[in-house]
């Protein structure tokens, strides 16, 4: 089953997440650097979530962000 990705950010916390599922406690963490943590499948260990911390306060131009995983993009339908 393909699964959506949603994006949220928490303008108090100044994080934003990236989830494919909902976080939940059996989940491992792992930092992959620069402030960047993915929640792991425990069974998998595929990156289910990720949360982007100080998101506002990465470099500019554009706020480029690049993430240390590898995905495939499709359109859901």
Do not use: H, W
């Not at 990705?5 to 059996?26: E, F, M, N, S």
């Not at 993915?38 to 690049?66: D, G, M, T, Y």
Request: proline residues 9%; negative net charge.
């Amino acid at each position: 089953m393909d699964k959506k990705l949603t994006l949220r950010y928490d303008k108090i916390g100044d994080i934003l997440y990236i989830d494919t599922c909902p976080p939940y406690p059996a989940q491992e963490s792992e930092e992959l650097g620069d402030e960047i943590i993915a929640r792991l499948n425990p069974i998998s260990s595929n990156v289910e979530n990720l949360e982007i911390l100080f998101f506002s306060q990465r470099p500019e131009p554009l706020n480029l962000l690049e993430l240390p995983i590898s995905t495939a993009l499709r359109v859901a339908g």
